[in-house]
Structures are given as C-alpha cells and as structure tokens.
C-alpha cells in the first residue's frame, strides 16, 4: 500500500450517518489502542485524539501502552490480551513495524481489522493506514535549517531508531532535499541510537566533540531536539547552532518561544487520532475502509506559532492518557 496514494477523509458525522440508517450500534462496539510510549507528546496527543473521537462516538475503548519504543515483546503480548477479549477493532502504532506484524496478523486472522498508526504494522492487510506525510516534514525541516544556515555548512542528524517507517520517511525527506536544494550543506553524521532526551544530550555532546564547526542539527522528534539544545548551551555554543525538529509539544513550544529553535515540522496529531477511530468504527462494522487517510504536515516557527491553530496538533496541556 502506498501511503502517499488515496488520500482522503472520513466524515466526522460517519458514526451517526450508520446508527440513523440502522447498519451499525457503535454503543456494542469495543476498539482497542495499542501504542509504543503513551507519555511522549506524539502519543499523548494522538491518544487524546482516539479517545474524544471515542466519547463522540459512543464506543468502548480500552487503551494499552506498551511503555517505551524498544518495548516490543511488552506491545506483541498486550495486542495477544486484545485477541483475546474479541475486541471489535485496533488501532496500532508498532514500536517495530516488522517485530509486529505476526501478531497484527494473528488479529486479522482472527476477524478482527487493524487499524495503522503512524507506525503501522509491515503488513499490507491493514484496514486502514493513518498518519502524516511524513516525508514532507523532513522536506520542510531541510529547506528551514538550510535556509538558516545560509545555505552552507555542516549539519549532525539525530534520525531516531531504525523500525519506525515514520521516521525513515522524516530522515529521507530531510536528506533528498538538503542535497537537492543546498548542496553546499554536507551531512557529516547520524545518530541511529537515541530516542529519549537523556540519550539525545548524550549523543549531541559526542557529536559537538567530533565535529566543532557542526553549523545545526536535524532531529527526528522534539525531545531529542530538547537534548540537543541542553548539549548546545553547555557548550557555550547556542548562537552558532541552529536546531530543527518534528512535532510541537508543550516542550517544542516553549522552545521556539525561547529562541532554541529555529522550526518544527508539525503533524495535526489529534487530528490523525480522530480519524483513526473513525475508520476503526468503520472497519468493525464491516464498511469500507479508507486505505490511507493522510493529513498534511505544517512549518511552525518563533514567527507564527502565536497564530497556528493548535486544536487538532497537540493535546490540551493539562491532559493524562
């Protein structure tokens, strides 16, 4: 399945359009939620997205966190717990996209469709496929921090591990285009390790070491950008460093606030969960799916961020999954 084909959305009214026409009782349904790290901004905000669309819908959704990206033994037995109670549906964000697939098909295998997250499942019979265009953030990232950095220079790139499809299309956007548009700006490293802040302070000081003229940095997500930053100002190097990153968080926020970076390519998260359940409805009462429902990605910088229309981006603030 090609996630950049078939683009289309569903209608927020779908659930009441199938109870008037009496095809479907949402209020039996149970759909459930399994993801990599509930705690994450991106997860955060796209759990808030599942669950409102849930409450709007009038079905029961039971959400399972597998806890961190590398816990794929924790997420393979908690989408087997959801085989198990026969829920109608699931929707899954893959801490590995390839480790998953066997149990997501197990799922299927069983009658019960699978919904794509983001990070979906290396299987091409999902019901649907839900995310952003990936690559596209990367685009617009490569033509902020090069246009920032002059067009020149040296850049370290914090990619985020390997297994997550999202991230690759990130790095693969940021790269092609660099090297289409500034080709005076040469990638001299990539970091495959980290995921976290802590690791992303600890990678970006070993990089600042090895490479002293680094003229900026891609990273994948905001909480590496956070680490990044740190190892930045401990440096004394944060006038001469620009940073760009992917998804807007409270943290990302206040860090564009602040001056730490120079963008964020954003993803209207709550938006993707909102359309997740809504295609999951769709599935568990046997209608068409959607194959792939992609929303657009969006450039913020300290420029803008005051007028960017955040409710269907992140999370309301005071929000726990």
């Known amino acids: 399945m090609s996630f950049r084909k078939n683009i289309k959305r569903g209608s927020a009214m779908l659930v009441g359009l199938l109870m008037m026409s009496g095809m479907a009782n949402s209020e039996e349904l149970t759909i459930g939620l399994s993801v990599p790290a509930m705690a994450t901004g991106f997860w955060t905000s796209a759990t808030y997205g599942v669950e409102k669309e849930a409450e709007l819908a009038g079905v029961k959704l039971i959400k399972l966190d597998a806890g961190a990206d590398t816990n794929v033994a924790q997420q393979v037995s908690q989408i087997g717990d959801l085989i198990q109670r026969r829920v109608d549906a699931i929707i899954i964000g893959a801490t590995n996209g390839d480790a998953i697939k066997p149990m997501a098909e197990r799922a299927i295998a069983a ?23 990936h690559y596209d953030m990367g685009r617009l990232q490569a033509q902020c921090l090069g246009t920032a950095m002059g067009g020149k220079g040296k850049v370290a790139m914090l990619s985020f591990i390997e297994g997550q499809i ?79 990153t992917s998804n807007l968080s409270p943290v990302a926020q206040q860090m564009l606030t602040d001056g730490d970076l120079v963008c964020t390519s954003i993803q209207k998260i709550v938006g993707q969960g909102r359309s997740a359940l809504r295609e999951a409805v769709k599935a568990a009462n046997g209608m068409e799916n959607e194959p792939a429902v992609i929303l657009p990605a969006v450039l913020v910088n300290p420029e803008n961020l005051a007028t960017t229309d955040l409710s269907e981006v992140v999370a309301p603030m005071d929000y726990r999954p």
């Open 166 to 244: 999202w991230a690759e299309y990130r790095a693969n956007g940021f790269k092609e285009t660099l090297a289409t548009e500034f080709p005076d700006i040469s990638i001299v490293a990539e970091n495959r390790l980290a995921t976290t802040r802590a690791q992303g302070i600890t990678a970006s000081e070993d990089l600042l070491q090895r490479f002293p003229d680094l003229g900026g940095f891609y990273t994948t997500i905001d909480e590496l950008a956070a680490g990044t930053v740190t190892a930045i100002k401990a440096a004394g190097r944060d006038e001469k460093i620009y940073v760009a």
């Open 111 to 133: 009658g019960i469709p699978i919904i794509g997250f983001s990070s979906p499942p290396s299987t091409d019979k999902l019901a649907s496929y839900i995310g952003a265009d």
